[in-house]
């Protein structure tokens, strides 16, 4: 008869195998930071023979703490056999060059937009992350305190076809015991104890609460969101004509009734959150001012245009190397009626530099990618030189840049500007051209 430590690795590992079975997954990026839900995440990925990809990311907001998640993660990858990207990022940078971006969100964005990155890089099938039913739960609640819906009732996906949560039936409780079971560490997050965040109150505070009247409210919140998942698939069965196309038209946005309603439900159906569904239909409630707004989602980018509501999805086969694949270089002598003609063109659609070719990588435009035009001291986004240029939204995201491998920094937006740097000058005996093939 199998002891209480082998019927929780049993069970738990039974879960993880099924949702990665049902699902048809195997490879998969997986989120770790070092705190026990990630680490049996990843545990029990490469106990059931799945093959993980780790990614820590580093944000700094928590001084020594967040050092010491880092060097958690690396040490428990090192010893588990499993490839792990480190990425560092400098949260307040991004608030300031994306307006109304709380911490939270901030993160968010950062941290799903290098996920999908490493899915493509990884070809993996999935993004998978730790959520467990106790965060289920939470979230069912945060919903209803905000006003949420069916789609905030129903919580979380098990798998939302970029991300899979394969821990979401499986408690904390269960998840500790879990790796206590085989004696794994993990560290904790000091402020997962503080009660000053809203989810952390919910968690410290409210459901414990409630526990000491109706035992098990963690599993009849589980229940309820379960049962509003299958709601919510009847209403988009309902209304699927006006959820499937990439835009969503300003007249049906402004329609007096109905327009806020089909903005959330539009929002919910390309993989929003209730709370990011809830923002977006309050910035675009404020009409033109927010012309331009933008929300990075599962597998596309939602924006809001003068067209109204546009979906912009992730293109398949969209990697660096297929864009490279679409261009090539060739090379001309340096004359002086080449350096004139190249003088006379204002366009910026064609990109020539001194430097050579195995530097420069072709791709297209990331969130957050910054340029120092000739002519000006400082840098700016390419997404606001693209927007002052009145490109479209599915323009701005198609849009092809030269980076500088050596430094990273971006040489050539196309169509739009052109750095100092690698410029063509008189003493250069070549020149090198990019054109589409």
């Given at each position: 008869?199998?002891?209480?430590?082998?019927?929780?690795?049993?069970?738990?590992?039974?879960?993880?195998?099924?949702?990665?079975?049902?699902?048809?997954?195997?490879?998969v990026v997986v989120g770790v930071s070092g705190g026990a839900d990630s680490v049996a995440l990843l545990t029990s990925l490469k106990r059931v023979g799945a093959e993980p990809r780790a990614v820590h990311c580093n944000f700094h907001l928590r001084g020594e703490e967040s050092d010491r998640d880092m060097n958690f993660t690396e040490e428990l990858c090192r010893k588990s056999g499993v490839a792990l990207d480190i990425v560092h990022f400098d949260v307040e940078q991004y608030r300031l060059s994306h307006k109304n971006r709380s911490v939270e969100m901030a993160c968010r964005e950062l941290r799903y937009d290098y996920f999908k990155r490493k899915v493509e890089e990884y070809g993996a099938d999935r993004l998978a992350v730790a959520h467990n039913s106790d965060d289920n739960a939470e979230t069912l609640l945060l919903n209803l305190f905000r006003g949420g819906g069916v789609a905030g009732l129903r919580a979380m996906k098990k798998d939302t076809g970029l991300i899979i949560r394969p821990l979401?039936?499986?408690s904390r409780e269960e998840i500790e015991h879990y790796l206590s079971s085989l004696s794994i560490p993990y560290i904790i997050d000091s402020?997962?104890?503080s009660s000053d965040y809203r989810r952390n109150f919910i968690?410290?505070?409210?459901?414990?609460?409630i526990e000491k009247e109706w035992h098990g409210v963690k599993q009849s919140l589980n229940r309820t969101a379960r049962i509003m998942g299958?709601?919510?698939?009847?209403?988009?069965?309902?209304i699927g004509d006006d959820l499937m196309p990439d835009c969503l038209p300003m007249s049906k946005i402004e329609e007096a009734v109905r327009g806020r309603w089909i903005v959330r439900r539009y929002a919910l159906s390309r993989g929003a959150s209730a709370a990011l569904a809830d923002e977006i239909v309050k910035t675009i409630g404020k009409g033109k001012e927010s012309i331009g707004a933008h929300?990075?989602?599962?597998?596309?980018?939602?924006?809001?245009?003068?067209?109204?509501?546009?979906?912009?999805?992730?293109?398949?086969?969209?990697?660096?190397?297929?864009?490279?694949?679409?261009?090539?270089?060739?090379?001309?002598?340096n004359t002086p009626r080449l350096i004139e003609q190249i003088k006379r063109e204002r366009d910026n659609s064609i990109f020539r530099t001194s430097l050579p070719p195995e530097e420069i990588r072709i791709r297209r435009r990331r969130e957050g990618d910054r340029m120092r035009p000739i002519g000006m001291k400082?840098?700016?986004?390419?997404?606001?030189?693209a927007r002052d240029a009145r490109m479209g939204a599915a323009e701005r995201r198609d849009l092809i840049v030269a980076e500088h491998i050596p430094t990273g920094n971006i040489l050539w937006a196309e169509g739009l500007r052109r750095s100092a740097e690698g410029l063509i000058s008189p003493e250069d005996e070549i020149i090198w051209e990019l054109k589409r093939k």
């Open positions: 008869m199998k002891n209480k430590g082998e019927n929780i690795i049993s069970y738990l590992e039974g879960k993880v195998r099924a949702a990665l079975i049902e699902s048809d997954v195997r490879k979401l039936q499986v402020t997962n104890l968690r410290n505070e409210v459901i414990p609460l299958e709601e919510e698939r009847m209403l988009e069965d309902i929300w990075l989602l599962g597998t596309g980018t939602l924006v809001f245009s003068p067209k109204g509501l546009e979906w912009l999805e992730e293109k398949s086969g969209g990697n660096e190397m297929d864009i490279e694949g679409s261009f090539e270089w060739v090379f001309h002598p400082g840098s700016r986004l390419i997404s606001d030189m």
